[in-house]
């Protein structure tokens, strides 16, 4: 099967691999799409990603297709069926996953990061991460399922209630996936923060009240212009020290701060203590996707969420180094791969 492989720092090598081999509770999917998330980024960048990668490892986590075989201790699925997986396999054993912390499982298999994943023609996973895509949902609505369960799982932290003031920081697709599931959560008004025009735009069709320009205009003028003066929650999901700070310093008195977007490991954040101490805000973050996957695919199947809008482009294997290797094209929105271009 044809193959991308993660080599290292800026090493992505196309090679051709042998189809996996299928476990007596695994099946093998078809791959029809793959997304290029952030991980895969700070993963081809050297950093780490929200697990540790050990090369040679085929990347990619949020994926979605058809099962082309199945274990011999498979009952719940078939040949044929269109599914998406959850990437995050637990043991079910080890003092974390009995304490309800499973994301924090011990002995995790990580498809994608700590074994092969989906930038691949075929990909095999443990049946119990698999789920079955609706009739109406396509490949690609699939493959968005994961980074919705992130999503959800930082937005159960986020606090929003009916009528809460929510900014979202970044208009990338994870700050569009935030700013529909802020509206559903309840928020009255709802700001995107983001210097791409076109993203801007994006934001305001999903639900968006007011879009600004963070690096020409006035934000926090801005933001009272249009009945925002006091923020109850502000998401950050760009992932940069910067952006962070101007979260805690948007916040309103009581807010949460959700400090949603990766940073590299070793950035830090400038932080005043007494700032944090006056407004009594709240600091969280959210690392991936514990219990939501199942709610997330529901969303997508019902129509109630959007997660098409703010795809690019849809490419195949062999444009994979050169999407992680520029943020200028990663700008223009979000990249499927599709193994068989």
Same mark, same amino acid.
């Given at each position: 099967?044809? @193959? &991308? /492989?993660?080599?290292? !720092?800026?090493?992505? %090598?196309?090679?051709?691999? =042998?189809?996996?081999?299928? #476990? *007596?509770?695994?099946?093998?999917?078809?791959?029809?799409?793959?997304?290029?998330?952030?991980?895969?980024?700070?993963?081809?960048?050297?950093?780490?990603?929200?697990?540790?990668?050990?090369?040679?490892?085929?990347?990619?986590?949020?994926?979605?297709?058809?099962?082309?075989?199945?274990? @011999? &201790? /498979?009952?719940?699925? !078939?040949?044929?069926? %269109?599914?998406?997986?959850? =990437?995050?396999?637990?043991? #079910? *054993?080890?003092?974390?996953?009995?304490?309800?912390?499973?994301?924090?499982?011990?002995?995790?298999?990580?498809?994608?990061?700590?074994?092969?994943?989906?930038?691949?023609?075929?990909?095999?996973?443990?049946?119990?991460?698999?789920?079955?895509?609706?009739?109406?949902?396509?490949?690609?609505?699939?493959?968005?399922?994961?980074?919705?369960?992130?999503?959800?799982?930082?937005?159960?932290?986020?606090?929003?209630?009916?009528?809460?003031?929510?900014?979202?920081?970044?208009?990338?697709?994870?700050?569009?996936?935030?700013?529909?599931?802020?509206?559903?959560?309840?928020?009255?008004?709802?700001?995107?923060?983001?210097?791409?025009?076109?993203?801007?735009?994006?934001?305001?069709?999903?639900?968006?009240?007011?879009?600004?320009?963070?690096?020409?205009?006035?934000?926090?003028?801005?933001?009272?212009?249009?009945?925002?003066?006091?923020?109850?929650?502000?998401?950050?999901?760009?992932?940069?020290?910067?952006?962070?700070?101007?979260?805690?310093?948007?916040?309103?008195?009581?807010?949460?701060?959700?400090?949603?977007?990766?940073?590299?490991?070793?950035?830090?954040?400038?932080?005043?203590?007494?700032?944090?101490?006056?407004?009594?805000?709240?600091?969280?973050?959210?690392?991936?996707?514990?219990?939501?996957?199942?709610?997330?695919?529901?969303?997508?199947?019902?129509?109630?969420?959007?997660?098409?809008?703010?795809?690019?482009?849809?490419?195949?294997?062999?444009?994979?180094?050169?999407?992680?290797?520029?943020?200028?094209?990663?700008?223009?929105?979000?990249?499927?791969?599709?193994?068989?271009?």
């Amino acid at each position: 099967m044809k @193959s &991308a /492989v993660f080599y290292g !720092r800026h090493d992505i %090598r196309i090679e051709d691999r =042998p189809i996996p081999a299928v #476990g *007596a509770h695994d099946v093998l999917i078809q791959v029809k799409a793959c997304g290029v998330c952030g991980t895969d980024v700070h993963i081809f960048e050297g950093d780490k990603g929200a697990a540790e990668t050990h090369p040679p490892t085929i990347l990619g986590h949020e994926f979605s297709g058809v099962i082309a075989d199945t274990g @011999s &201790a /498979v009952t719940r699925y !078939r040949k044929g069926d %269109r599914v998406c997986v959850d =990437p995050n396999y637990y043991c #079910g *054993a080890c003092e974390f996953c009995r304490d309800g912390m499973a994301h924090y499982c011990t002995h995790m298999t990580g498809y994608g990061t700590t074994v092969d994943g989906a930038f691949a023609e075929y990909c095999a996973v443990n049946e119990k991460q698999v789920y079955p895509l609706g009739d109406g949902t396509s490949f690609q609505q699939g493959a968005m399922t994961e980074p919705v369960a992130c999503c959800l799982h930082g937005m159960d932290m986020c606090e929003i209630r009916p009528g809460s003031h929510v900014a979202v920081i970044g208009g990338g697709m994870i700050g569009l996936i935030m700013v529909q599931l802020a509206r559903l959560a309840g928020a009255s008004r709802i700001a995107l923060l983001e210097p791409v025009e076109g993203k801007r735009a994006v934001g305001k069709a999903l639900g968006a009240d007011v879009c600004i320009d963070p690096l020409h205009e006035d934000v926090p003028a801005a933001l009272a212009a249009h009945g925002m003066p006091r923020l109850t929650t502000v998401i950050e999901c760009v992932g940069r020290p910067a952006t962070i700070e101007q979260a805690i310093e948007l916040a309103g008195p009581k807010a949460v701060v959700m400090m949603f977007g990766l940073t590299r490991p070793d950035e830090t954040i400038a932080v005043k203590p007494f700032t944090v101490f006056q407004k009594e805000i709240v600091l969280k973050a959210s690392y991936i996707n514990p219990y939501t996957q199942r709610r997330a695919l529901d969303l997508i199947d019902s129509g109630r969420l959007d997660v098409t809008s703010m795809v690019h482009a849809v490419c195949g294997l062999d444009r994979l180094s050169g999407i992680l290797g520029s943020p200028q094209e990663r700008s223009l929105g979000k990249f499927i791969i599709d193994p068989s271009l």
